[in-house]
């Protein structure tokens, strides 16, 4: 009989974001990394455009080559699964999207569940505003850009808002469209049905 993968919990949170920007997703314990990597870009709102790793206990997990391969540190992830490196509830580590802006997101396991029969995963549950636009300088940068933003004087905004061609909101989170964009991609991820 094959083992059915138990449930993960899981919130990622971007770190030095105030007001915070958040999902909590239910995903396969068995979700290789390299899966995970583009739940990530889609539950966040991501668009994929630049390298990203993970970190643990100063380790780093990444694409293996020649720019790591001489690092100590250094594993590569295509064969890691996400049991592999969270065994336990409140266990964490670190993705990091963008290695010039830095974007750091805290993935934390907050629950181990049974899979339900006939749910598909993984599925995003819960989180909280919009992801920030790439390019926009890291957390500093959108920090400073909200402000611009929220300030209708000020003398950057027009050419700001023309930058996010008039329809990014901060504010905005849309589950739906979010778990629309999972069920569209494969991540070799099935329907849990016995």
Same mark, same amino acid.
């Given at each position: 009989?094959?083992?059915?993968?138990?449930?993960?919990?899981?919130?990622?949170?971007?770190?030095?974001?105030?007001?915070?920007?958040?999902?909590? #997703?239910?995903?396969?314990? $068995?979700?290789? #990394? *390299?899966? #995970?990597?583009?739940?990530?870009?889609?539950?966040?709102?991501?668009?994929?455009?630049?390298? *990203?790793?993970?970190?643990?206990?100063?380790?780093?997990?990444?694409?293996?080559?020649?720019?790591?391969? =001489?690092?100590?540190? /250094?594993? !590569?992830?295509?064969?890691?699964?996400?049991?592999?490196?969270?065994?336990?509830?409140? @266990?964490? /580590?670190?993705?990091?999207?963008?290695? +010039?802006?830095?974007?750091?997101?805290?993935?934390?396991?907050? !629950?181990?569940?049974?899979?339900? =029969?006939?749910?598909?995963?993984?599925?995003?549950?819960? +989180?909280?505003? =919009?992801?920030?636009?790439?390019?926009? +300088? +890291?957390?500093?940068?959108?920090?400073?850009?909200?402000?611009?933003?929220?300030?209708?004087? *000020?003398? $950057?905004?027009?050419?700001?808002?023309?930058?996010?061609?008039?329809?990014? @909101?901060?504010?905005? /989170? $849309?589950?739906?469209?979010?778990?629309?964009? #999972?069920?569209?991609?494969? /991540?070799?991820?099935?329907?849990?049905?016995?």
């Amino acid at each position: 009989m094959i083992k059915v993968p138990d449930i993960y919990q899981i919130k990622i949170e971007l770190r030095e974001i105030k007001p915070s920007v958040w999902r909590r #997703l239910l995903v396969p314990d $068995d979700l290789f #990394l *390299h899966d #995970l990597h583009k739940v990530i870009q889609t539950a966040m709102g991501w668009e994929n455009t630049h390298m *990203h790793q993970y970190e643990k206990n100063g380790r780093i997990f990444g694409i293996g080559d020649e720019d790591y391969s =001489n690092m100590p540190n /250094f594993m !590569d992830y295509t064969s890691i699964r996400l049991k592999d490196i969270l065994k336990k509830r409140d @266990d964490s /580590f670190q993705y990091v999207y963008d290695l +010039g802006d830095y974007w750091i997101h805290d993935v934390v396991l907050e !629950d181990i569940h049974e899979p339900e =029969n006939t749910a598909i995963y993984p599925v995003c549950v819960d +989180g909280e505003r =919009n992801c920030p636009p790439e390019d926009c +300088g +890291g957390p500093q940068g959108y920090q400073q850009m909200l402000k611009v933003l929220n300030h209708p004087g *000020h003398p $950057d905004r027009e050419e700001l808002m023309e930058w996010l061609d008039y329809d990014w @909101d901060a504010d905005e /989170f $849309d589950i739906d469209y979010v778990n629309s964009l #999972l069920l569209e991609d494969d /991540f070799g991820c099935l329907p849990m049905i016995d």
